[in-house]
């Protein structure tokens, strides 16, 4: 079993940064890939970002260039860094893994809201 812990959610300005990270304890090897999913009010959860075991990241191209996601595997710990925030961010994110044994399935984090308001 895998726990996931999000945390750095808020309230920013448009143009501001904020910091997600994503804290995994319990069965830490079984994950293959990491991500970070958001669900803006009114609409379907979507992919933001997504890191896999080769280093290889992929991004929503509404966000390239502008969020950054990264991997600590000593800390056990998933960041994603937002630049340039738009209202059209606004949205609950949330902190996935994707274990691989004993078979394929998805863990999720509780969510942490991020508001981006003048």
């Known amino acids: 079993q895998v726990q996931l812990v999000e945390s750095g959610g808020g309230l920013v300005q448009p143009g501001g940064s904020l910091r997600l990270s994503c804290v995994a304890s319990g069965s830490i090897s079984n994950i293959y890939v990491m991500g970070w999913y958001r669900q803006p009010p009114g609409k379907q959860r979507e992919l933001v970002a997504s890191v896999a075991p080769g280093g290889r990241k992929n991004y929503l191209d509404s966000v390239k260039g502008r969020f950054t996601i990264s991997r600590d595997n000593a800390k056990n710990t998933l960041y994603l860094q937002m630049n340039s925030l738009k209202p059209e961010d606004t949205a609950v994110y949330y902190c996935?893994?994707?274990?691989?044994?004993?078979?394929?399935?998805?863990?999720w984090g509780q969510g942490t809201q991020v508001t981006v308001s003048s």
């Open positions: 996935n893994a994707l274990l691989g044994r004993p078979y394929f399935r998805n863990c």
